[in-house]
């Protein structure tokens, strides 16, 4: 008898809600809390009206936390009531959301869990569930804080592509730059998957209210924010710059290595991230090899050293200022018939209109930066993604700055 009233009371339950049994199974380490409602009458679930209970369903179990390491499950013939209005319609109960599998206190604990260890696969072998079974609490989890965010006013977004696992699957990542929070992701990275992914994620009021969207420089997010953000300023934001400089570097590296292997010279065999590495990162061997490198005065290291200059474009106070700059520097690589930065600057002056917007904006570049790296972490934890929902949960649940939590019972 004391066990059911123990039980009755860890759980919180009143009444008509009564613990009826309490099973131990101690070969599988189980303890089975039986459930039972002790009153002739319920509420619809949707309209709040009372009516007498109508049937029971088929016994339920849901997952609860572990008493003295033993995995706990509630189990319950749930009645149900027929509304006038709604039908046939089972009770709420007290525990656990409508359609779950676990009671709202696990719920708690293993979204605690997950956002403290940061990892699916253990916090799963932790709480000695199924991937499947942690997954479903994820996607509620993020599915209840999206429908609880309210709509603030947006400034500024970003809007990126990022690949799932090696190879050539896609996402678009729609971020909130001032609030440091991916906003939401669609699956590939083509002008229709950008443009819903921003009607999905903002409503017209935001849209309108919006001033810059920042970006590289890849056509499709381009087309996608021109058409539906028609108000908004595009803005190639350091960041993403910076990466075709690197890019211009590496392409350039390449060949000089080709030609210099030709006449046997081994120079830049294996060198790749020592020119892609800042020098104040390097380790001493590192930094010794490049130094001497440095010395020979290669074109790639004079491509490294235009692409180190190029930062100097975003220190520019003025938009003059950055005009300025980019000819003299466009200028000196000209001279030096640095060709792949050549072409890198050739397409940063097709898009001139959003380079100097990162000048006249001042927006915060650290925050692409965040996230790429904050996805990449998401991917080396799940190792890889290969389906498109779980990468898209990961990343909302632990990057969308959601209220996660479901209500505690009443
Ligand atoms: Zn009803």
Redesign the pocket.
Known sequence: MKDKELFKQILGLSHPWEVSKVDLDIANEEVEIEIIYKSKKGF?P??E?EYDIYDHREKRRWRHLDTCQMKTYIVCKVPRIK?K??GV?TIKVPWAEKSSRTTLLFERFAIELLLASKNQSKTAQFLRISFDMLHHIMSKAVERGLSRRTEEDIKYIGIDEKSMKRGHTYVSVLSDSERRRVIDVSEGRTTSSASSLINKGLTEKQKEGLKAVSMDMWKAFIKAVQKELPNASIVHDKFHIMKYLNDGVDKTRREEARKLQKSNDKTLVKSKYLFLKNPENMTDKQLSRFRKIQELNLITSQAWAAKENFKEFFRSETINDAKFFFAEWYQDIKGRSLNKMIKVAKMLIAHSDGLLNYIRYQIDNSVAKWLNGKIQEIKTVGRGFRKFENFRIAILFFLGKLDLFPQESQ
Do not use: G, L, R, W
Request: a negative charge; aromatic letters at 0%.
């Open positions: 619809c949707e309209c009206v509304c209005e709604h319609k």
